[in-house]
């Protein structure tokens, strides 16, 4: 099957390892991996800060940048959830409603592309430590994905899974809640790495880049030691 990657901005920008894991893992079941070039932000950012009409500027080019894909699969469920809500934004619309039925109809966060569409549950991957796993807010509440990273990690060999204390608490990131409600944000974050010190995991596992980020840089600036990682590098860890 054709699939095109929808890379997303932390990716691109902070993290391309993490597309590169997920063009590997992806290539490595059968999968005809394909990058449009033409994407862009999905506009989230914009949306959220209000700004509607220009926020739909960027989803009108994601919709033209991923016209022609069979499948399109992104590391992040934030991301991929607000493509998912395109078709709400656009209800209405004669020129772009169907593009954005069709874009949310065939667009996939990674985890959820590998079990629920190829029915895959274990990738072959060897990665050993102690992990426990931050479920971010937009991928558990806005796309729905609960059980299939916890599945796939289950399957690795070598993987201690521990869960994370008050797992579905906010880090605090939120993209820009975190830069308008900076001191709210802080005492979050900072509740979730004293969460994730209880379980004295070696790392801290996620599927999307804005949090991890957030949990990561605030355990740095506490001198911890757990190692965060996105879940495509744990999954695309072989031998």
């Given at each position: 099957?054709?699939?095109?990657?929808?890379?997303?901005?932390?990716?691109?920008?902070?993290?391309?390892?993490?597309g590169k894991h997920t063009v590997e893992i992806l290539e490595r079941f059968g999968?005809?991996?394909?990058?449009?070039?033409l994407q862009t932000c999905c506009g989230q950012p914009a949306y959220n800060s209000g700004f509607f009409k220009e926020s739909k500027e960027a989803m009108k080019q994601m919709m033209r940048a991923f016209k022609d894909s069979e499948y399109?699969?992104?590391?992040?469920?934030?991301?991929?959830?607000?493509?998912?809500?395109?078709?709400?934004?656009?209800?209405?619309d004669p020129e772009w409603e169907e593009e954005a039925r069709k874009l949310a109809d065939k667009s996939y966060e990674l985890t959820q592309f590998l079990v629920d569409v190829l029915k895959i549950?274990?990738?072959?991957?060897t990665f050993k430590g102690k992990v426990t796993y931050h479920p971010s807010c937009h991928m558990t509440r806005l796309l729905?994905?609960?059980?299939?990273?916890?599945?796939?990690?289950?399957?690795?060999?070598?993987?201690?899974?521990?869960?994370?204390?008050?797992?579905e608490d906010c880090c605090g990131f939120g993209g820009t809640?975190?830069?308008?409600?900076?001191?709210?944000?802080?005492?979050?974050v900072t509740e979730k790495s004293q969460h994730v010190t209880e379980t004295k995991a070696e790392y801290l596992v996620g599927g999307d880049m804005g949090c991890l980020f957030n949990i990561g840089g605030k355990m740095q600036?506490?001198?911890?030691?757990?190692?965060?990682?996105?879940?495509?590098?744990?999954?695309?860890t072989i031998g």
């Open positions: 099957m054709r699939v095109s990657i929808f890379i997303t901005c932390l990716c691109d920008i902070f993290s391309p390892h993490v999968c005809e991996v394909d990058f449009p070039e399109v699969v992104g590391p992040s469920g934030s991301c991929v959830g607000m493509l998912k809500e395109y078709p709400n934004l656009f209800k209405g549950v274990d990738v072959g991957s729905g994905v609960n059980e299939a990273p916890i599945t796939l990690l289950k399957h690795i060999d070598g993987v201690e899974l521990i869960e994370l204390p008050v797992k809640f975190a830069v308008k409600n900076a001191a709210i944000s802080e005492e979050m600036r506490e001198g911890k030691k757990v190692e965060v990682v996105h879940i495509a590098e744990i999954l695309n």
